[in-house]
């Protein structure tokens, strides 16, 4: 089918008719939005029980670390169960937990030690959430209004993420650390009652694709937990397009974690010359052009052939990073990192409805914690090296993120299964 934007709009709008739909985009919105306000309350309340940065490390660490690990069994656990059954303790559970330290604070009877035990807990059940809230997607819509499904929830997912924070800190500012805890509990608690009421079609029974290199979805699975994660990373690792997907997310995740804080923040103070403005105004291109992207990925119609559009991007970031390596002027710099953040935007709402409308759903969660566990593990080696090469030069740092991104495009193109996926 040929890519159209004829009825762009309607197409674009018309996941949003279905009732379950519209519950999954406000819950997951809520999740999102909750877990931006978690990072301000639990940062900021660790600076007044403290005022140690180090401190803060541990409870940030103590959150961080549980959830990576924990992952790959939340993608299990949603293939063996239910998706929304997950969804939906996971939020609970983040309610209470939120629910506790807030009245904690407020008692005055909490201290770092508990901060650091609550932040484990949330991130641990954290870590359930995420892969359901991908691989529940297919049992709620069709698969043809998959691609302007995800637009939408993308689109939300990015918005959430600049107004988490910035609400957070706007009712820390307004009132004191441990409210924000209560509305977060809030949030999350409204995002499990959303959940709940949501109304999945049951799972199908599918077969591998016999041209895709694969082993059945089952293969090599057993009862116990361990076996099942094993055979969902052998199923990733033996399609090759969707190796070559997992490879390109890392690539971008590694684009995101060093070049987009390190770099931005190097680029916005010695380059540019422009100070913290011009590093709010590089964030809000990027956030804003990724938007635009995902709402015009939706918006198009038909099912373009996503091996280009992954090699596509990689090359394009990879220009973009080329050029931001020399800009010296802010308007020019921002208006590179907008056209990026497009970029990402749209190849992103292609490729993860690949996923979705390729891998069997009894898999689907597990090959979906595996790309996590990959950003998840991508991101602290790309801000070590990104910091390590920023000391050298700027423009030495976006060359050598540009010469991966650029050798990861050549990479996809060399892959004739991957050239031809649509």
């Known amino acids: 089918m040929a890519t159209t934007l004829t009825g762009a709009g309607p197409r674009l709008w018309a996941p949003a008719r279905q009732r379950s739909f519209r519950l999954l985009w406000l819950g997951q919105s809520l999740s999102l939005l909750g877990d931006g306000f978690s990072y301000i309350a639990f940062s900021w309340m660790t600076l007044t029980l403290t005022g140690s940065t180090l401190a ?87 698969k043809e209004t998959l691609t302007s499904a995800n637009a939408l929830l993308g689109a939300g997912a990015r918005v959430s993420a600049v107004l988490g924070p910035a609400t957070g800190g706007l009712v820390v500012a307004l009132s004191q650390a441990p409210v924000a805890f209560l509305v977060d509990a809030v949030c999350f608690a409204l995002c499990g009652l959303c959940v709940a009421r949501i109304r999945t079609a049951p799972r199908e029974k599918e077969a591998a694709d016999p041209d895709s290199g694969a082993p059945s979805p089952e293969a090599g699975a057993g009862d116990s937990l361990a076996a099942r994660i094993r055979a969902g990373v052998r199923y990733a690792w033996r399609d090759p397009r969707i190796r070559t997907m997992l490879a390109v997310d890392t690539a971008v995740n590694f684009c995101y974690a060093g070049p987009f804080t390190i770099g931005f923040a190097t680029l916005a103070r010695t380059s540019l010359d422009g100070g913290s403005a011009t590093l709010g105004l590089l964030n809000g291109a990027l956030a804003g052009g990724a938007i635009l992207g995902t709402l015009a990925g939706g918006a198009v119609g038909g099912r373009p052939r996503v091996g280009l559009l992954i090699a596509g991007l990689a090359g394009w970031l990879a220009a973009g990073m080329a050029l931001l390596g020399v800009l010296d002027h802010p308007a020019a710099a921002v208006g590179t990192v907008l056209v990026m953040g497009f970029a990402i935007g749209f ?16 898999v ?21 090296a990104c910091g390590a090469l920023a000391q050298i030069g700027t423009g030495v740092m976006f060359a050598g993120v540009a010469l991966v991104l650029a050798l990861t495009a050549l990479g996809v193109l060399a892959s004739g299964s991957v050239r031809a996926m649509r």
Do not use: H, K
């Open 56 to 142: 803060l490390g541990y409870v940030l660490a103590f959150q961080a670390v549980p959830r990576a690990l924990l992952t790959l069994v939340g993608g299990s656990l949603g293939d063996t169960w239910s998706p929304r059954t997950l969804m939906v303790c996971s939020s609970w559970a983040r309610a209470v937990l939120m629910a506790a330290v807030g009245l904690g604070g407020l008692t005055g009877t909490l201290q770092l030690w508990m901060l650091c035990a609550a932040a484990a807990a949330f991130g641990a059940v954290d870590a359930f959430f995420q892969p359901a809230r991908v691989s529940i997607l297919p049992s709620v819509v069709d």
């Open 364 to 384: 689907l969660g597990r090959v979906i914690s595996v790309d996590m566990v990959l950003g998840y593990a991508v991101a602290p080696v790309s801000l070590i």
């Open 347 to 362: 190849q992103g709402v292609f490729g993860l409805s690949w996923i979705q409308r390729n891998i069997p759903q009894s």
